[in-house]
T-cell receptor
Framework: KNEVEQSPQNLTAQEGEFITINCSYS?????LHWLQQHPGGGIVSLFM???GKKKHGRLIATINIQEKHSSLHITASHPRDSAVYIC????????????FGTGTLLAVQP | SAVISQKPSRDICQRGTSLTIQCQVD?????MFWYRQQPGQSLTLIAT?????????ESGFVIDKFPISRPNLTFSTLTVSNMSPEDSSIYLC?????????????FGPGTRLTVL
């Protein structure tokens, strides 16, 4: 069983829809990362959060440490949001080594 | 934040050859990591690049296959040695431990390697 699991694995949405991607983890963590990977392969760090909620533009990330669950929301989705979204948790201790979820492939259609 | 560049961005190599990938950061960082992403898979940590000492490899990865250098706090290289088609992947470096920063990690653009 992967220590970091995401759902759904694939998601197709129409432009303008509200999107939610979920991440559950089984390890105790200090913070959770949300990353975005475009088809070329490069990865962009979207959020790192340890509690509550963070917002950046149309992106919102929430985390519930007690339930070991995090969600990434995209409001007013746009085709340029199409990418793979990955959550990742530190391996433990004070290290920056990350365990990655399998990713959610999002396709937003115009 | 940190700006990370990788060279090459992509390459097509022949079986049995070796490729060295460079990772350059625009500021000094404490930690540098090398990841592999095989087709359709998530990222897997290969090793932590340690400045001035041997890299720390994760289970399943060995120095003879993936030698790593880190001569200073802004630069590292990963070599994929004696390549086979199974080494076809995206290789990414990431950095953490920026001065005055938190545990946030930043990723390079990746190197897409195809081995024929």
């Amino acid at each position: 069983k992967n220590e970091v699991e995401q759902s759904p694995q694939n998601l197709t949405a129409q432009e303008g829809e509200f999107i939610t991607i979920n991440c559950s983890y089984s390890v105790g963590i200090s913070a959770l990362h949300w990353l975005q990977q475009h088809p070329g392969g490069g990865i962009v760090s979207l959020f790192m959060l340890s509690s509550g909620k963070k917002k950046h533009g149309r992106l919102i990330a929430t985390i519930n440490i007690q339930e070991k669950h995090s969600s990434l929301h995209i409001t007013a989705s746009h085709p340029r949001d199409s990418a793979v979204y990955i959550c990742a948790a530190p391996m433990g201790g004070a290290t920056n080594k990350l365990i990655f979820g399998t990713g959610t492939l999002l396709a937003v259609q115009p | 934040s940190a700006v990370i560049s990788q060279k090459p961005s992509r390459d097509i190599c022949q079986r049995g050859t070796s490729l060295t990938i460079q990772c350059q950061v625009d500021s000094q960082v404490t930690m540098m990591f090398w990841y592999r992403q095989q087709p359709g898979q998530s990222l897997t940590l290969i090793a932590t690049a340690n400045q001035g000492s041997e890299a720390t490899y994760e289970s399943g990865f060995v120095i003879d296959k993936f030698p790593i250098s880190r001569p200073n706090l802004t630069f590292s290289t990963l070599t994929v040695s004696n390549m086979s088609p199974e080494d076809s992947s995206i290789y990414l470096c990431s950095v953490g431990g920026l001065a005055g920063g938190n545990n946030e990690q930043f990723f390079g653009p990746g190197t897409r390697l195809t081995v024929l």
